[in-house]
């Protein structure tokens, strides 16, 4: 893969406006990665070569970042990555049987992707959502309170081009390109769209409000 001159032109037209932010270009290295990501679909070798010499840096040490990271993919990801959650909490509520029976329904494992290209599988360590246990994620929106049945279904609906709609977040999926643009600091203006927080996330402040209770003072 060689980039074109029109992808070379907008992606550096990105890359010089993220790295700009910074006082060191080097600390600019993690979102360009997700720059070339959402170019690619992962970090390919020309995304590697393409950062470091948009930082002055070797492409040695590009790579091992872009490896130590799980968010950076070495192969490309579908059109929808989906992460089942599979630590502790999530696992003892369902999210071991989730993985098993979603990895057999679309018939592919761990970092693999289904034929169509459209749906890749992670077992992810925690999505910091225990509360909503099991859950998944795709393209890093939440999907609360997962069943089998219930991801199989969220899988079908994605191959098939349905209306998919994360529990909190934004109103409509974004691409897992897209997701990688916003990740490397380009926005969607979407990021107030739909509720952040909800359910059993807001019952301890439930409490709290009804008995008066408030936090100590500094």
Same mark, same amino acid.
């Given at each position: 893969?060689?980039?074109?001159?029109?992808?070379?032109?907008?992606?550096?037209?990105? =890359?010089?406006?993220?790295?700009?932010?910074? !006082?060191?270009?080097?600390?600019?290295?993690? !979102?360009?990665?997700?720059?070339?990501?959402?170019?690619?679909?992962?970090?390919?070798?020309?995304?590697?070569?393409?950062?470091?010499?948009?930082?002055?840096?070797? /492409?040695?040490?590009?790579?091992?970042? =872009?490896?130590?990271?799980?968010?950076?993919?070495?192969?490309?990801?579908?059109?929808?990555?989906?992460?089942?959650?599979? *630590?502790?909490?999530?696992?003892?509520?369902?999210?071991?049987?989730?993985?098993?029976?979603?990895?057999?329904?679309?018939?592919?494992?761990?970092?693999?992707?289904?034929?169509?290209?459209?749906?890749?599988?992670?077992?992810?360590?925690? *999505?910091?959502?225990?509360?909503?246990?099991?859950?998944?994620?795709? *393209?890093?929106?939440?999907?609360? *309170?997962?069943?089998?049945?219930?991801?199989?279904?969220?899988?079908?609906?994605?191959?098939?081009?349905?209306?998919?709609?994360?529990?909190?977040?934004?109103?409509?999926?974004?691409?897992?390109?897209?997701?990688?643009?916003?990740?490397?600091?380009?926005?969607?203006?979407?990021?107030?769209?739909? !509720?952040?927080?909800?359910?059993?996330?807001?019952?301890?402040? /439930?409490?709290?409000?009804?008995?008066?209770?408030?936090?100590?003072?500094?």
């Amino acid at each position: 893969m060689t980039y074109s001159p029109e992808i070379r032109e907008r992606l550096e037209r990105d =890359a010089k406006e993220i790295i700009g932010r910074y !006082p060191k270009t080097r600390s600019a290295l993690l !979102p360009l990665l997700h720059l070339v990501q959402s170019e690619d679909g992962y970090v390919s070798d020309d995304g590697q070569e393409f950062c470091a010499e948009m930082l002055g840096i070797s /492409k040695a040490e590009v790579t091992g970042v =872009a490896t130590f990271y799980t968010m950076y993919k070495r192969k490309p990801a579908g059109d929808y990555h989906v992460g089942v959650c599979i *630590n502790a909490l999530c696992a003892v509520m369902g999210g071991d049987q989730i993985w098993e029976e979603l990895s057999e329904h679309v018939g592919v494992g761990h970092e693999e992707v289904t034929s169509d290209g459209k749906v890749s599988l992670e077992r992810l360590e925690c *999505n910091a959502a225990c509360d909503f246990a099991p859950v998944m994620m795709v *393209n890093w929106e939440f999907f609360d *309170n997962q069943t089998p049945e219930s991801a199989k279904q969220l899988v079908d609906d994605l191959r098939a081009g349905k209306d998919v709609r994360p529990t909190r977040g934004p109103q409509r999926l974004c691409t897992f390109k897209e997701a990688s643009r916003v990740l490397a600091g380009l926005p969607d203006d979407r990021a107030g769209e739909g !509720p952040s927080a909800a359910g059993a996330s807001l019952e301890g402040l /439930k409490v709290a409000k009804a008995n008066g209770w408030k936090a100590p003072e500094a």
